[in-house]
């Protein structure tokens, strides 16, 4: 069994191409995922003190 698996990685080896572009690819997607993790967290962290800020904002902007 083991023979036959290294013959088809040795073929397939062989056969396709050698490139980086799906590593690439990869570290984009991850570090984009990453980015939104940190907007989501931030945002959620300072959500409740803007909301707060803007609803001052409009208190004070209404009057007395």
């Known amino acids: 069994m083991l023979t036959v698996l290294l013959f088809v990685r040795n073929f397939l080896e062989d056969r396709l191409p050698k490139s980086?572009?799906?590593?690439?690819a990869v570290e984009y997607g991850l570090m984009v995922a990453l980015i939104a993790v940190a907007i989501i967290a931030t945002v959620t962290a300072v959500g409740d003190e803007l909301n707060t800020l803007f609803e001052d904002v409009v208190d004070g902007l209404n009057g007395p």
Not at 20 to 24: V, W, Y
């Open 20 to 24: 980086d572009r799906g590593a690439t």
